[in-house]
């Protein structure tokens, strides 16, 4: 069992069930760690870090001065769409100012009309005053006739009556 051997790399050796390893296999196990180490490393850094890192910086100030293009962009969009924004409101502004210009015009009219159609009810009612004042004086002279009539007819009965029998 001690031939055993856990790694699969050759050049780490593994140690024995005894725990010790000799002089020139553990400077061995340490350069093969050290191999091991520098082998993990060149797979995480690349061989040639500089380029990549010169490559990594251009592709984000390609990303960078995309963003930045795209964020001018929306800038003049937005500052469109207020531009646009204010000449519509500008428009129903002015569209409310001639509503309530208009509604205020007609109001002075209704008022007018109203102010006018008070004016000749005023009139009809003094000239119905005076009219109904007539009528009523019309109401008494004929009441007062009727009674004239109705003397002047008595008597009239009176006295024939009285030529006939005396």
Known sequence: MA???LSVNPDIPVSGPEGNLSVPEQAKAENGAQKFWNGA???VKGENTAKLIEDFTAE???VAEGLCEDQSKLRREVDKMITDEDRHIQKVESKIDLVEKTVDEEK???DQTITELRN???VLEKK???ESSKIKNSRSIVRDLT????IAAGAWVLVTI???FF
């Open 162 to 164: 009285i030529q006939k």
């Open 60 to 62: 984000m100030t390609l």
């Open 3 to 5: 031939d055993t051997k």
């Open 41 to 43: 490393l060149k797979l």
């Open 120 to 122: 000749r009810i005023a």
């Open 147 to 150: 009674w004239l009539v109705g």
């Open 128 to 130: 119905t005053s005076k």
């Open 108 to 110: 002075n009219a209704v």
